[in-house]
């Protein structure tokens, strides 16, 4: 079975200082990779994926996360934030079992920036 | 594209009482999931269907919970009865095969 560690439970930051947010992995197949974003009262949204190809991903609002293989791990970066970062931040893993992709989510991490 | 809606957005019960979910995925999305999501913590998987069918509800309680998708298209989560510890938000998903997820922005169950 696949699981996800997501090790840092709340991260606060100054505005437009960098942020790293960590995501590691298990898996004994081949994974998918997904980043999900948390606005409160909110369902998640898809903030950048990896399903194959090149292992740097980026999303359109300045994320990018990079996939490494060997490292199991799939961490969100992120050079300078804005204070509409804040919000809550899922990694989540997905395989192929039995002929459908099974999901499993992180913990999840809150950003806290501060103006 | 339409999101994934789900009705109602709160909901607030006693303990002991039924409650019901709705969830209409987005258009041509075979996948559809329940997930249950206590505060605090990350999604949960209650159940996920592939069209009609179940294709894991490994971690619902089926004593209490349960769920349809009848033709394959929308889906019902009812819980009978609610115990305190349910009280969560209760979120629907719905995605093509190897694709990502669209979340609905989910229930909110409080029980008293």
């Known amino acids: 079975a696949q699981s996800v560690t997501q090790l840092d439970s709340q991260v606060p930051v100054f505005e437009e200082a960098p942020v790293e947010l960590r995501c590691n992995y298990s898996?004994?197949?081949?994974?998918?990779l997904f980043w999900y974003v948390q606005y409160p009262n909110q369902g998640l949204q898809l903030l950048l994926k990896y399903l194959s190809g090149s292992t740097l991903v980026e999303s359109i609002n300045g994320f990018e996360a990079e996939f490494n293989k060997s490292q199991t791990s799939f961490h969100l970066r992120k050079p300078s934030v804005h204070i509409s970062d804040t919000a809550e931040y899922f990694c989540?893993?997905?395989?192929?079992?039995?002929?459908?992709?099974?999901?499993?989510f992180g913990t999840g991490t809150k950003l806290q920036v501060i103006p | 594209e339409a999101g994934v809606a789900q009705s109602p957005r709160y909901k607030i019960i006693e303990k002991r009482q039924s409650v019901a979910f709705w969830c209409n995925p987005i258009?041509?999305?075979?996948?559809l999931y329940w997930y249950q999501q206590i505060l605090g913590q990350g999604p949960k998987l209650l159940i996920q269907?592939?069209?009609?069918?179940?294709?894991?509800d490994s971690q619902l309680p089926k004593d209490r919970f349960s769920a349809e998708r009848l033709k394959g298209v929308d889906s019902t989560l009812k819980i009978q009865p609610a115990k305190l510890e349910d009280s969560a938000v209760y979120l629907c998903?719905?995605?093509?095969?190897?694709?990502?997820?669209?979340f609905g922005d989910g229930t909110r169950l409080s029980i008293l």
């Open positions: 258009s041509g999305h075979a996948t």
């Open positions: 898996s004994s197949v081949s994974v998918y």
């Open positions: 998903a719905s995605s093509l095969s190897n694709q990502p997820q669209h």
């Open positions: 269907f592939q069209n009609n069918g179940v294709v894991d």
């Open positions: 989540a893993v997905t395989v192929n079992s039995g002929g459908y992709q099974k999901v499993t």
